[in-house]
């Protein structure tokens, strides 16, 4: 009677694990749900990426030798993805925001008609792998001396399906299947269908300001080096000898014309508040102190990159004023239900 109890204990398990919980949600969305497995399957997926950063970083490393800056660069970002796979829960916690968004978006874009075929999705993991179509046999060609190339192997159908096959096999051996692959690419071609759709919503001139400036750590050195500048001293020397942006320190600080939202509250709020040719400050961040001096400010017709930025905020935005109407259950078992990487460079 044990052993049958403990067989029957197994097999209740079994079930459980392979069968119920699969499909059984984690969160629920207005009127619809993330099942745990595809929320198991984004977060497998998600620690493949993170993997696969992690072995790509080390061997840039080997390849880079002895360089100390820039080994010491990469260890950090190297440090950063193995506190990321050593906490599961982390990752676990910002996918399934992740799918809550998603599925947001999902019922949104239902609502106005904006759908993602099949085929659109075979063609976004083709051209992930590479392949843009079946391409005809180069011919080989002489060289200026007369020495031929050689031709370039074409990236046929049946290789792409060989790459497919292994690319497959490869994320699989971390938990992740077709299935979760092309939820993925569905959800990447969906968010571009709404930002096009978006696109008529948003404003193609945006008020910007231009403005340089100086950051240091302490109040006291931003005074000093304001007072300095209002006896005569030239910016631009101060602002590379003093300032700890290195990304422009050697430019006077320029950050050329931004909209709202690009930079931190504290800094928007006193760049577009102040006059042109005002320097603001000492402002505090949590970067520091900065001087700000004001260049120019007026509106101003967006660059492709910057209307594109403006649309990615516009649907954000959107998407956080429907979640806060939105029903939204997040089922407390999720924690359970994080996988555990299958890599761990902590361990």
Request: hydrophobic share 40%; no cysteine.
């Amino acid at each position: 009677m044990v052993i049958v109890a403990v067989v029957g204990l197994v097999v209740y398990g079994f079930l459980q694990v392979r069968l119920v919980q699969p499909t059984q949600p984690v969160a629920i969305i207005d009127d619809g749900e993330v099942t745990t497995a595809e929320f198991q399957g984004r977060v497998a997926l998600a620690q493949w990426n993170l993997v696969n950063q992690y072995t790509n970083l080390q061997q840039i490393m080997q390849i880079l030798g002895d360089d100390p800056a820039t080994l010491s660069a990469y260890q950090s970002q190297l440090t950063n993805i193995g506190q990321q796979l050593g906490n599961p829960l982390f990752i676990g916690s910002s996918i399934l925001d992740l799918l809550i968004e998603e599925e947001l978006l999902e019922q949104e874009a239902a609502r106005r008609s904006i759908e993602v075929s099949e085929a659109e999705i075979d063609t976004f993991i083709e051209e992930r792998l590479g392949f843009f179509g079946e391409q005809q046999a180069a011919t080989a060609e002489p060289e200026v001396d007369g020495t031929p190339r050689p031709a370039a192997t074409p990236y046929t159908q049946e290789l792409y399906e060989r790459n497919l096959e292994a690319y497959l096999t490869n994320v699989g051996a971390f938990g992740v299947d077709e299935t979760t692959l092309r939820a993925e690419a569905r959800a990447i071609l969906l968010r571009d269908r709404m930002e096009a759709d978006f696109e008529g919503e948003v404003e193609s001139t945006q008020e910007q300001v231009w403005a340089r400036h100086i950051l240091v750590e302490e109040e006291q050195v931003a005074a000093d080096l304001l007072a300095r500048i209002e006896d005569g001293e030239e910016w631009g020397d101060l602002a590379s000898e003093f300032s700890i942006d290195e990304s422009n320190k050697e430019q006077g600080g320029d950050l050329n014309w931004f909209g709202r939202g690009r930079m931190v509250a504290a800094f928007e709020e006193a760049a577009f508040a102040g006059e042109i040719g005002e320097i603001v400050g000492p402002v505090e961040t949590d970067f520091g102190w900065h001087l700000i001096e004001i260049l120019g400010h007026e509106d101003r017709e967006l660059d492709i990159s910057a209307f594109s930025l403006a649309v990615s905020q516009a649907l954000n935005t959107f998407i956080s004023e429907i979640r806060e109407t939105a029903e939204i259950e997040i089922l407390d078992y999720w924690v359970d239900r994080v996988p555990s990487p299958r890599f761990n460079p902590g361990r």
